[in-house]
């Protein structure tokens, strides 16, 4: 038959089907191929949807995953004459956000890291905000705002 499950496996396994198990008033009276039927159906559409968020899982990406900001640029004329061209480089970055740091040093130490902490003046981050990382790879590093991606 099947494997055997430890009381957790088995417990989880019922309460996943259980919440597709709908069975019909004639199946409740064992017509209709009975409560059987009714719970191969239910097994069915249980292992269905499974499969499906399987697929979206496998499907998903690193950038999707790590919830990675887009920076919001705004291009404005400053000069006209000079074509002078100012960014708008503020992100939305809160603590726990996943990073890319550039290291500025050759790029020696860059790597992902989560951020724990943001040191700015009156609570607006700018490039020299200082953001303290918590490294993937281990270890922690202090990085201005302008290092991150």
Not at 52 to 71: C, D, P, V
Not at 75 to 103: K, P, T, Y
Not at 115 to 123: A, Q, S
Request: hydrophobic content about 40%; aromatic content about 6%; some cysteine.
């Amino acid at each position: 038959m099947g494997n055997t499950l430890n009381r957790y496996e088995l417990q989880n396994s019922i309460d996943k089907v259980y919440g597709y198990f709908l069975p019909s008033p004639m199946q409740n009276v064992g017509l209709a191929g009975g409560l059987d039927a009714a719970f191969v159906s239910a097994q069915a559409e249980c292992v269905r949807h499974l499969e499906a968020q399987i697929a979206n899982i496998k499907s998903l990406t690193f950038e999707q995953f790590s919830g990675k900001k887009k920076l919001k640029i705004v291009e404005v004329d400053v000069d006209i004459e000079e074509q002078v061209i100012a960014q708008d480089v503020s992100r939305e970055l809160v603590v726990g956000d996943l990073v890319f740091w550039n290291d500025p040093d050759d790029g020696i130490s860059s790597g992902f890291g989560k951020i724990v902490k943001i040191d700015c003046d009156n609570g607006i981050t700018d490039d020299d905000s200082i953001i303290l990382l918590a490294m993937i790879n281990g270890g922690e590093t202090m990085a201005r705002l302008c290092e991150l991606d």
